[in-house]
């Protein structure tokens, strides 16, 4: 593998990333699977990075899911994706991030559409009008949060307590990255690093310290592809997808997989158990699995955030190994207590898929 | 016309590979002044780059020197110079060299010929990235330098993939024409490969297989009675690296309807043919248009095909699309008579 190759092919696709004043907009499903990723996301940058960033109560869902299993027509997409540039000019900011990868793929699409088909833009605003009486500007910067954390990646190394070394061997945690699927496939040059070779994840992965591996199956979908799963009959192909992505990149013995999408890292995750449980294999060392990280998790243990706190405790496949390599401490008697301290029980056991 | 005159009659011709040195030749047997003006330091083009030319294997270096043996004083080559400037003014066109001269010229040749496609524009079979991805190209120069051929890692590939059409009939990469030649150039390739290496297997990834040129179905046939050689009708989607430097081939076997997966340890990518950078250099001062593939625009149709928009441009060769050699000394010799019939009508008008 030629690095050389990659970097000269990174050049060619930078994006412009705002640098303040963002117009946050959650995901549907990621507070339920990866609960607190948003909410590092939000302390990370108001917090450590001093940024203004709003998190509007009033936004509903982009409608990713239903249009890409065809539930509903592009001007039901169109009309409430303008409600939500709407909200964020009635906040007065024009940069837009969402946290949903399918969100940001879109948003992209629609922006695209409404360049090359203006008279749609005229009916989307018409169609807003007439439900809400709204109008809206659109986004002069539209990023997702992990090109946000990228941004800013080498600022928060610097803050950091932690880097992406094995503190026993000194050496580089090998780390394998996914990509969600509609963050650069359908517009590459949307992308930071487009969408054969993104360079979003591994940028971080590089900039904290660790070293990124390639795969075969790097490019496979993660197994969420949401006709695969949503459509109950098809999540043979669902699981089958995940296994294969399991066991091309098995042989590298990563130490983990870092995401950016709300159904890559759920996949990843709660596949591996039911793989388990299914055929007896297991993917990580001495029985456990991989352990998969969102972005803003990975960023918040960077910080030295406790992982706890950042909602660790609710993967499938135990953190505990990777917190060991790291050296990152962990309170053994704290992991399933709530917010207010009161005791939710500890999960049963897998059968197979050896857990902390 | 008499001599005296076509002696007075200049032509540049800009571009010194196949089309503009036959072109040259031609056109100073029938008495004109030329001067060729060829980017690098050796007249021949693509032929230099080649080693051995489909469908006889015939060496490319026979043809070059058989083009440049035609040579003569009427002829004025100037190697490693380009075309800074150039303008039409009273039906005369003034060129200003990159060394400083200035050409004044009664009529101009394109023989721009082609760039070839830049295989890294094809991210997803990752030539320059992974290390045993090379092009049609690279594996004429191993050949042409006479090396063996070995993987990255300095051993004899057991397994070769080959895939047709990159960059050609390939709506992504923005080139929906056929490049005509890479077919053939796969076939030609994967023999050569089973000469030097009978014990290597060679699959051929293809869309179509256009054999159209005299004894090409031949050379198909040879391939697959003879050598052994595998085809498989199915694009490749895309392409890994292994963890031993081995590639990942993914596609579908379109005969079969099956996906197909298959690792090899080495793969060819058949680059085809773009226009050329130079072309749209110097066409964009003579204000000759490009057609909708990018390629130097022929707007008299089948009769006239060397006639540029422009009166006094003329075109020949691969500027005008993807050709064969053979394609191209004829489209050559054709441009240098419609040269000669457009001069002497134009001292016709003069006298």
Known sequence: MKIEGKKNLWKEYQKEIADDKYFYARSCIRQNFFPASEKTFLQILKNELSKDIYDDAKHTTCTGIAYHTDIVPIETTMTVIARQFSLMTEAGYTNYVPSCITSFGLYTEILEMWEHMPEMETKARELLWKATKREFKKPENLAHASDIIYKFRNDIFARGKYSLVNKETGKPLHVVEHIGCHYAKMFPHRGVGGAEYPYVLAGMIEAFGGEVIDYPERRHCCGFGFRQYVVKANRGFSIASSKKKFESMSPYKPDFILTNCPGCPYFLDRWQYAISEMEGITYGENGYGIPVLTYEELAGLILGYDPWDLGLQTHQVSVEPLLNKIGIPYNTQTKYLGLRGEDLGK???????KVY | MSSEIQNKKQILVIGGGIAGTEASVRLSGLGYQITLVEQSDKLGGKLNQWDRLFPEQKPAKELQQILVKGLNTNIKPLLNTTVCDIQKNNGKFKATLSDGQTIVSDAVLLSTGYDLFDARKKEEYGYGIYDNVITS???????????????????????????HCVGSRDEKAGNTYCSQVCCITAVKQAI???????????FCFYMDLRMFGRHFEDIYKKAQVNHNIQ?????????????????????????LNKPLKMNVDMVVLMVGMMPSKTAAHVSSMLKTNNGTDGFIAQPQGHYRLSCTNTPGVFSAGACTGPKTIEATLNDARSAALEVAEYLKSTNALLN
Do not use: Y
């Open chain 1, 347 to 353: 999960p049963q056991n897998p059968s197979v898929l």
């Open chain 2, 137 to 163: 190209a690279d594996l004429e120069k191993i050949f042409r330098e006479g090396r063996e051929l070995k993987t990255a890692a300095g051993k004899t590939p057991k397994r070769i993939g080959i895939i």
């Open chain 2, 192 to 202: 050569e490969i089973k000469e030097i290496l009978p014990q290597t297997e060679v």
């Open chain 2, 231 to 255: 085809f498989i009708r199915g694009r490749l989607s895309e392409a890994f690296e292994n963890s031993d430097g081995t590639v990942l081939l993914k596609a579908e076997d379109t005969l």
